[in-house]
Structures are given as C-alpha cells and as structure tokens.
C-alpha cells in the first residue's frame, strides 16, 4: 500500500515535485492552512542553499575550520556555521516558526510570534567528512508549539512521540531529501539542473532485517561487556541467521541512516568509557532518525528503551542510538539486557 503525506491525499507519483506533494498534503488534510506546508518547503529551500555551498565548498574557501568551538565543545566548520545561518534566517522569514533549536546553538532562538511550529536541527551533520569530500547532511524534526510564550523553549523538552514532521538530507553523490509527516516515508532527489526536488523514493520501508552493522569499532574498548558480546556475535559464523554481517560505517549519521533505512541492518552509537551518555544529540539526531524509522517499519532505541518516548531534559542531551530493522534492533536488546 504507497503512503500519502497525508491523510486524504492522493498516493504520491514518483516525478512529483516536494512542493507539489507538500500541498497535495495541504489539500489532504482537512482544516489544514498552508501554514504547515509553507514551513516544510523553507527548510526545503534552506536545504538547496545549503546544498549549493556544500557542492562548491572546496572552491569557495569554505573547508577547514573557523577556530570557534560550540556549546558540544566541538571545533566548528565554516560549513556549520553557514548552515546554521541559512536555517536561521530561512525559518525567520518563513514567520511560521515560533522557536527553532540548533546544535550549533546553546540556546533556542524566539523567531516569529505568530509561529505555530519549533524547529529544531542539526545544520550540518557528518562536519569531520567535510574536508574528505564524503557525505553529509542536515537533520531536522517538526514540534507543535505549545502557546505558553514565556516558556517556548520547554516546548523542546517533549517526548519525540509529539514530533509532526522530520527529515534529513544527504548531501552525495545527488542530494537527497527523506521527509515524513506522519504518514509513511518518502524521499526526493534534486535535480540542481531546475533547483527541484522529485519524488524518487515513494514510501521508503525499512526491511525488517538486514545484512549489514555500523558502528565506530574503534570504541571497542570503550564498551561495555554486552555490547562487545552483540559485536562478537555479528561478526561469527552462523549460515542460519545470515552472520556474518558486512561492516559499513561512514562516520555521517545521515549516510549511515540512509543505508540503515533503505537496505536494512542496524545503526548503533552506544555509550562508552568517553561518552557515557552516548555521542548522538537526542532532540536533532537521535529524535528525527527514531520518527523517520518508525514510520518506515523500522525501530529506534537507546539500545533497551523506545527513543521516541525519551523524555530531554536539555536541548542538547545525548543519548546511545541503535537504530534499523526490527529484527536486527531486537538482537542487540537481547544482548544490551543481557539475555544472549
Ligand atoms: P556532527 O558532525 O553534527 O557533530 O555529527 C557527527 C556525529 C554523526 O554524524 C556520526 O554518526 C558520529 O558523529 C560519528 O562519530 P565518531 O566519529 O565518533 O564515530
Ligand atoms: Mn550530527
Ligand atoms: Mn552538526
């Protein structure tokens, strides 16, 4: 059955334009007032911007650092910084984004009063590929605001269960575009000939198992004993259940998601010695990738508990991520809770 994006639209037609499917959304949903739509296509035009930059990066004298470091104590790349810039002043002018939340910012931002949306995003994700011309790309996820104004800002600290749209864009070998509002999956490629993007990928499911693992096996060390135990046994030999696994890791959340999503396997950044918590932000990596999984058949956790019912307490916590197909997810609780 092909998903719409949304209630009574039409099922989308690979060839369509986002634009076109966005409002082909608006129709589809009764009471629906454009303002909706009218925020999904600015991050969409944010998204261009960005991918523009991106593909001119190493002629424009945009690699290499800007000597600054963020509120994750990370150095910023000029490209981080660009990016961040161009969804800030993209979402103000849309007006229909009340607050918007950005890795590359300690605080939310207050944008439009009128807004009825809060955006929060990871303008550039993968920003060590940056200089080695490998993936990267932006991730974001759609909140309601909640009209309590002086205390905006806590209307980030809901449970990813109340996100109403989320995606990421790969900036590849094409730039890609996955988008859910809440009904199925779909992804879109650009075609920079015309500044569109087309619907490539109508109604993306995520195969219930895969054949492929990711994970920095550099952090080996850093584990705890289950997961060294999970990593052991999808390396083994077991002709039965498929193993051993291929290893695929870019070291791009986005590029590793987008393989995770459309071929299956699973996706893990587990805590460590180093990273305690986990590495991955939860409100704009681990959140957006979870609502987009989920809504392509697929599971997120933090490698015991659903990430879509986490709770942030800050913008900017971190979380352990596992993330891909059903079968493969539930293996590693197996091992994370220590039955296996
Ligand atoms: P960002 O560039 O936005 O800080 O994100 C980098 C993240 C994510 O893209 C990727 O999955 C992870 O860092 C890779 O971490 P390691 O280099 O430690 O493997
Ligand atoms: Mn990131
Ligand atoms: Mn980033």
Redesign the pocket.
């Given at each position: 059955m092909t998903e719409s994006i949304a209630p009574h639209a039409p099922p989308p037609v690979v060839g369509t334009t986002l634009e076109g499917l966005i409002t082909a959304g608006t129709r589809g949903t009764p009471g629906a007032t454009g303002e909706f739509a009218s925020l999904l296509n600015s991050v969409a035009l944010a998204i261009r911007i960005i991918h523009t930059r991106v593909r001119a990066a190493g002629l424009a004298g945009m690699l290499g650092y800007t000597g600054e470091t963020n509120v994750?104590g990370?150095e910023v790349q000029k490209l981080d910084v660009f990016a961040n810039d161009v969804l800030c002043a993209v979402l103000e002018k849309s007006g229909r984004c009340a607050m918007l939340a950005s890795?590359e910012l300690d605080e939310a931002r207050a944008m439009s009063p009128t807004g009825k949306y809060l955006v929060a995003f990871?303008p550039?994700?993968?920003?060590?590929n940056i200089d080695v011309n490998i993936s990267i790309g932006t991730i974001f996820c759609v909140l309601q605001a909640a009209r309590v104004s002086d205390h905006l800002a806590e209307g980030f600290l809901q449970p990813g269960t109340r996100i109403v749209a989320a995606g990421y864009s790969v900036y590849g070998s094409s730039t890609s575009l996955v988008l859910s509002t809440g009904y199925g999956v779909h992804g879109f490629t650009l075609d920079p000939s015309v500044g569109e993007f087309f619907l490539s990928h109508p109604n993306i499911r995520c195969p219930d198992r895969g054949k492929t693992y990711s994970v920095?096996e550099?952090?080996l060390g850093r584990w705890d004993d289950r997961v060294k135990k999970w990593a052991a046994w999808i390396k083994s030999e077991d002709k039965a259940r498929g193993l051993p696994y291929g290893h695929r890791?870019v070291?791009?959340?986005?590029a590793?998601a987008h393989r995770t999503l459309l071929k299956g396997g699973i996706f893990a950044?587990p805590a460590d010695a180093k990273s305690p918590g986990g590495?991955?932000r939860l409100l704009y990596?681990a959140n957006p990738m979870a609502y987009l999984f989920e809504q392509a058949g697929g599971v997120a956790t933090n490698g015991v508990d659903r990430i879509l019912d986490l709770v942030p307490k800050g913008l900017h916590d971190r979380t352990p991520l596992v993330l891909g197909s059903k079968d493969d997810v539930a293996a590693y609780r197996q091992f994370a809770v220590g039955e296996r």
């Amino acid at each position: 059955m092909t998903e719409s994006i949304a209630p009574h639209a039409p099922p989308p037609v690979v060839g369509t334009t986002l634009e076109g499917l966005i409002t082909a959304g608006t129709r589809g949903t009764p009471g629906a007032t454009g303002e909706f739509a009218s925020l999904l296509n600015s991050v969409a035009l944010a998204i261009r911007i960005i991918h523009t930059r991106v593909r001119a990066a190493g002629l424009a004298g945009m690699l290499g650092y800007t000597g600054e470091t963020n509120v994750q104590g990370e150095e910023v790349q000029k490209l981080d910084v660009f990016a961040n810039d161009v969804l800030c002043a993209v979402l103000e002018k849309s007006g229909r984004c009340a607050m918007l939340a950005s890795e590359e910012l300690d605080e939310a931002r207050a944008m439009s009063p009128t807004g009825k949306y809060l955006v929060a995003f990871d303008p550039l994700d993968g920003s060590s590929n940056i200089d080695v011309n490998i993936s990267i790309g932006t991730i974001f996820c759609v909140l309601q605001a909640a009209r309590v104004s002086d205390h905006l800002a806590e209307g980030f600290l809901q449970p990813g269960t109340r996100i109403v749209a989320a995606g990421y864009s790969v900036y590849g070998s094409s730039t890609s575009l996955v988008l859910s509002t809440g009904y199925g999956v779909h992804g879109f490629t650009l075609d920079p000939s015309v500044g569109e993007f087309f619907l490539s990928h109508p109604n993306i499911r995520c195969p219930d198992r895969g054949k492929t693992y990711s994970v920095n096996e550099g952090n080996l060390g850093r584990w705890d004993d289950r997961v060294k135990k999970w990593a052991a046994w999808i390396k083994s030999e077991d002709k039965a259940r498929g193993l051993p696994y291929g290893h695929r890791y870019v070291g791009s959340l986005v590029a590793d998601a987008h393989r995770t999503l459309l071929k299956g396997g699973i996706f893990a950044y587990p805590a460590d010695a180093k990273s305690p918590g986990g590495k991955l932000r939860l409100l704009y990596e681990a959140n957006p990738m979870a609502y987009l999984f989920e809504q392509a058949g697929g599971v997120a956790t933090n490698g015991v508990d659903r990430i879509l019912d986490l709770v942030p307490k800050g913008l900017h916590d971190r979380t352990p991520l596992v993330l891909g197909s059903k079968d493969d997810v539930a293996a590693y609780r197996q091992f994370a809770v220590g039955e296996r």
